[in-house]
Structures are given as C-alpha cells and as structure tokens.
C-alpha cells in the first residue's frame, strides 16, 4: 500500500471466532529504523492509501473494524469515509481531553461509529468517555489478576463490552472468560492447546493423498480421478482456484484445465489450502485460515525478494503447513510423515533449519510484532524488516480478496 505497511489482527470472541479485526498502519521506508514498526493513528493521508487499494472493505470483508484514531482527526471529515461499522479507538490519555469526548460522541450519536477506549491497570476512577464507550480494552499482563477482575466487575455494570488485550496463551484466554471479558486479542489463538479436531476425515486424508500424489509427479488422470470421485473436493477447489489469488486470467472449469493451467506446485497449494476448510463450518470465522494463507504468502515473497526463486512454492507451503497442528490432533512428525513432504519442508518444519526454516522463524515472528528479534535471521537471507513488513502488507490484501471470492 503507497507509503504505508498494514498488520491485520483478528478481535476474537469467547469461541475463539472471529468478531472483527484490527488494524493497524505503519509508515513505510521512513528514514528513522524505528518508525518503520510504530503504529500510526488513522488519519486522511492513511484512509486515502487504503481507499486507493479499494478501501477497508477489501481488507476485513463484512467484518467489524478497529482502528487507532487521534484525537484531532476525529472529524466528519476524515471520518465519512470509514465503513459504518468501524471501531474507533482512541487512547485513555486523549479520553481525557474535553474535546475529543465531545467528538466522539458525536460520531457515535450522529454517525453510527463506535467508540473504543483503553483503560490504564490497576483500577482508578472513569473517565466519561469510558462511560460512554462502546468497548473498553485492558492489557491482561499490566496487573494481578486479582486487580484485573476488579476491574472488570466495574465494568460489567456499564453496556460497554470488554476486549482482553495481549492475550499470550490459552490459559489467558480461559481466565479472562472467566472474569467476564467479551472479546480477545494476542496471539494465544496461534499456540498448541486449543480446540483441534479428534481425527481426520475422509476427505482430509484423500487430500493428503492427493498432495502426495502431485509431489510424486503421478499421471494427471489419476489425480483428475481423485477428484471426479469426490464431488466435494472438485468444488471447494474450482472455488479457490477461481478465486483472485494467483490471477490465472481465464475461468478454471474442471480439474485438469486447472492442472494444464496451474501445473502441479500452485495446485497443490490450494490442495493444501483445503486441509484448513473441508469438512469445517467455521471457516469464515476461523483466524487461523486467513493467517495461514498470510504466513505462506509472506514466505513466497521473501523467498523471492531473496533471490531463491526456485525455493517459493515450497516456501509457501511450509507456511502453511506449520498450522496444521494447530488444527488437528498432530504432531509436526506426524505431518510431515503423512504427506511425504520434500526434505528441506521436513527441516524447516521440525527444526527451523535451512532457507525454509528461516523464512519460517521470521514469519513467526512477524505474526507477535517481534520485529527486532527477526532481524539477525534476516540478514542471513540479505533480507530487512520493511521487507518483511511490505510483504505481510501484500499478503493481506491479496488473500483477503482471495478468500472472500472463495467464499471464506
């Protein structure tokens, strides 16, 4: 996006579902190192750069949307041109300020904005703009939770709902259910102890089969009959294959016109792709499924950024790959044991070794905003953070309208 780098991260609800999304801009090549990963707050310069990328809706879809506003920008305005169902969110220092209460109220009332506000731990008095928020955000690690269950108690006499920030694990997210908060942010949803499914179904298990059989380069009738036999699979795949994501330029009609066209790398992406959406209803609600098409885009890129080309598809893959444990009862062994993956897959998955396994620390890393941690791996591939972060910018847009028109 001209002048501006994006990070994406979903509002969950106590289902671990998505509500909405957040996000948050950066300035892109600024000649201070460190601009480069300070969020900037929305004003007209930022919205004009998304609406010449086609405006907020191709990047949350029907979702809700949370965004970071400074006090001066809150103007008719700069604000008209922000979806209805937008979030907006200022700082508890600005909440304080007479004028900007005024102005968010008046969003609120005459516009149908919502007003987001944080609030500082431990508890002290209310401001009157928390009185008059619709959502009220804590940080889960600045206080006791004792302190933090205070507070919210305070809270839960007011309408407003609740949002748990920098929810690191799952036992976080259970605790703060717990205590009575509606909404959730961090990357908990990315760490082992979540729900997975018990077992793979029948159709995950032919896919895998499938991705098997286009690594093994097997005859194209005998991948074309996989498919004929599973009605299923041919439509979720021509979904995904029509979708925007690879731009192939003519419509796909059958599954070898999608070989033919694709040839049996990109096809076995979307293959892969359907591991994280068969059999599953929640997949438009699901964070995991938009982040693993991020992460293994954002590896695409870097690969080539970095010269290795020839390393991009299965860089993709990898980056995809490294959330199937995620989803299902499986250890990282045990999916690369059942769907044969090529050796440098295998060591980047199991061990974080090899181009692939770098790419993947780095995106990893990328995902928690870990960006001065990332950049000793970096420079082993002649790579930079604004690399990283104008590749996650790409990736977010890309899969967003990939996936929409896929109907996920």
């Given at each position: 996006m001209k002048?501006?780098?994006?990070?994406?991260?979903?509002?969950?609800?106590?289902?671990?579902?998505?509500?909405?999304?957040e996000i948050v801009f950066s300035r892109a090549n600024s000649p201070e190192p460190d601009r480069t990963r300070a969020a900037k707050p929305l004003d007209r310069e930022v919205i004009d750069a998304v609406s010449e990328e086609g405006g907020f809706e191709k990047l949350t879809g029907n979702k809700q949307i949370f965004v970071s506003v400074a006090g001066q920008a809150l103007e008719w305005d700069t604000m008209k041109l922000l979806p209805g169902r937008s979030v907006v969110q200022v700082s508890e220092k600005e909440a304080a300020d007479k004028d900007v209460f005024l102005r968010s109220c008046g969003l609120k009332k005459q516009h149908a904005y919502q007003i987001g506000v944080t609030y500082t731990l431990p508890c002290h008095g209310l401001l009157p703009?928390?009185?008059?928020?619709?959502?009220?955000?804590?940080?889960?690690?600045?206080?006791?939770?004792?302190?933090?269950?205070?507070?919210?108690?305070?809270?839960?006499?007011?309408p407003?709902?609740?949002?748990?920030?920098?929810?690191?694990?799952?036992?976080?997210?259970?605790?703060?259910?717990?205590?009575?908060?509606?909404?959730?942010?961090?990357?908990?949803?990315?760490?082992?102890?979540?729900?997975?499914?018990?077992?793979?179904?029948?159709?995950?298990?032919l896919l895998i089969q499938l991705s098997n059989d286009l690594r093994a380069n097997r005859e194209v009738?005998?991948?074309?009959?996989?498919?004929?036999?599973?009605?299923?699979?041919?439509?979720?795949?021509?979904?995904?294959?029509?979708?925007?994501?690879?731009?192939?330029?003519?419509?796909?009609?059958?599954?070898?016109?999608?070989?033919?066209?694709?040839?049996?790398?990109?096809?076995?992406?979307?293959?892969?792709?359907?591991?994280?959406?068969?059999?599953?209803?929640?997949d438009q609600l699901n964070p995991l499924v938009e982040k693993a098409v991020v992460r293994g885009r954002?590896?695409?890129?870097?690969?080539?950024?970095?010269?290795?080309?020839?390393?991009?598809?299965?860089?993709?893959?990898?980056?995809?790959?490294?959330?199937?444990?995620?989803?299902?009862?499986?250890?990282?062994?045990?999916?690369?044991?059942?769907m044969n993956l090529a050796q440098e897959i295998q060591d980047a998955l199991l061990e974080k070794e090899g181009l692939l396994g770098t790419l993947l620390k780095a995106a990893e890393k990328m995902d928690r905003r870990e960006y001065e941690t990332m950049e000793e791996d970096l420079q082993i591939l002649n790579l930079s953070v604004e690399d990283v972060l104008a590749a996650e910018t790409d990736a977010i847009i890309e899969s967003h309208t990939a996936l929409g028109s896929a109907g996920l």
């Open positions: 002048g501006y780098h994006i990070h994406k991260e979903p509002v969950l609800d106590q289902k671990a579902m998505v509500q909405g999304y703009l928390h009185e008059a928020a619709d959502f009220v955000r804590m940080d889960t690690l600045s206080a006791p939770p004792e302190e933090i269950a205070s507070c919210v108690a305070l809270f839960r006499q007011r407003s709902k609740l949002i748990a920030s920098n929810v690191r694990d799952w036992g976080l997210f259970k605790s703060g259910k717990k205590l009575g908060f509606d909404l959730f942010q961090g990357p908990f949803y990315l760490e082992p102890g979540g729900e997975v499914s018990e077992s793979i179904s029948s159709s995950q298990t009738r005998l991948v074309e009959q996989a498919f004929k036999n599973s009605p299923k699979l041919t439509y979720g795949l021509l979904k995904l294959i029509n979708s925007a994501f690879f731009g192939a330029g003519q419509k796909v009609t059958s599954i070898r016109h999608a070989i033919t066209l694709l040839g049996y790398e990109n096809l076995q992406k979307w293959v892969i792709l359907l591991l994280f959406t068969v059999d599953r209803r929640d954002v590896m695409e890129l870097l690969a080539k950024e970095a010269g290795e080309k020839a390393m991009a598809d299965s860089a993709f893959i990898t980056g995809m790959l490294s959330f199937i444990s995620l989803l299902f009862d499986l250890s990282n062994d045990e999916v690369t044991q059942k």
